[in-house]
């Protein structure tokens, strides 16, 4: 790559990472690689973030209306973080969700050993991640991060430094603190993204996100609309009817989207039922479809996705939100006029995700420590631009901006550090999952066929059998 022409100096740096989830944890541990002197501000009691399961959410908006966004002037936030459910297991197999570095265990005692374990077993692992590499002694719990702005920022020199304040959750102490840089690792599923009905706001029964849905003993013998067919729509639906007796009619954007394994599973259940769009709310408790058709409801549960938020973050415009594209970003990693002093980690979707955070926090600290440069600031703009453009050509749209989908740029991505590329086995496990998925809905995670695939996996010189006398040393 070429040289920068930032006005940049080469030092061990101070370093705010903001949030202790997967892509902080990583950065932590990477940037103090580096030499870096790193604060980790965590608003939760543990580290974990979306997988830290909160189970009380009284008191949170249901439709998560209560917090703002980067462009706005004041900061408020959800008192809830995690939008996971009490039943949730993970959608991937074990084998290709672990650091390259740190197996994800079946080994301990009284842990969950399935392939696709509970969203718990998931935290456990981030734990023990932590604690290996005594990451703790750099976190400071129970600490929401309020503001932070650039000081004295100068056009085109990107040697900055960061005001940080920060509250301390029991206390209420407010804390000012200056850095060289910032990493933000805030993760990307706790605002609620909503769509837009006619008759939404005058609705006179339940609605909720599901980030706030946790258990479906509350539904129970009732009916339930459930708009969206994602991941957490399927599961919600299928638990509402098989747990809950609920009568449920599943929502979905496009009913040719429809794949085969949601088809069987509708088929199934004599009370889950497949609608299209909705077309208005009616005071009554009317919920009118596209189609004409219609059903009076108790409750409707917005399964739509997640929209990122950055409510402390003054860049004075520099970056914005716009339709859930996040930018302008090099890389979805540097905002070019303000790199490297300010980056994200975290918030590219549809990837290997550990795997690419790790290449993202190994990049962003080496940038930092001067072992990598990054291209000048008109480069990284016309990079950006291009990519603008293929996705707009490609007809992505905008709100799509950070689904990567593709093995090629993950791999690409990694050679930013010479990280090394996702090995071809964990790429083929993944697509036999996938396929897996979208034949065998209810039974996928306990159906995977790929022992031969399993067998190279074992040989790996960081394979989940290999932990006792794997070669990683904590800090």
Known sequence: METTTMCESYRSKSVCVIGAGPSGLVAARELKKEGHRVVVLEQNHDVGGQWL????????????????????????????????????????????????????????????????????????????????????????????VAYVGMLDHVEGCQDLRWLVKSVEKNTQIVMEEVFDSVVVATGHQSQPRLPSIKGMDSWKRKQLHSHIYRVPEPFRDEVVVVVGTAQSGQDISVELVQEAKAVVYLSARSLSNIFEGLSKVISKHDNLHLRPQIECLQEDGKVLFVDGSWVIADTIIYCTGYSYTFPFLDTKG???????????????????????????????RKVIVFHFFESQAKWIAQVLSGKRKLPSRDEMMQSIKDFYHSRDVAGIPKYQTHDIREFEYC???????????????????????????????????????DSDLIKEALQSPHSIEQEEDAQVSPL
């Open 53 to 144: 399961y909160d189970p009380n959410v009284e008191g949170e908006d249901p439709l998560g209306r209560n917090t703002t966004s980067l462009t706005t002037t004041h900061n408020s936030h959800h008192k809830v973080h995690s939008s996971v459910y009490s039943s949730l297991r993970l959608g991937s197999p074990r084998e290709i969700i672990a650091f390259t570095d740190f197996p994800f265990s079946v080994n301990k005692k009284g842990r969950d050993s399935r392939r696709f374990p509970g969203h718990r077993e998931l935290l456990l692992y981030l734990q023990d991640f932590c604690d290996w590499f005594g990451l703790r002694d750099f976190i400071r719990f129970d600490t929401r």
């Open 318 to 348: 520099i970056v914005a939100i716009d339709d859930d594209r996040v930018g302008p970003l090099f890389e979805h990693t540097f905002p070019p006029s303000l790199a490297p002093s300010l980056s994200f980690i975290g918030i590219p």
């Open 411 to 449: 791999d690409k991505y990694a050679d930013y550090t010479g990280f090394p590329h996702l090995e071809e086995w964990k790429k083929k496990i993944f697509l036999i999952t996938l396929n897996n998925y979208f034949t065998n809905l209810e039974t996928y995670r306990d159906s995977l066929d």
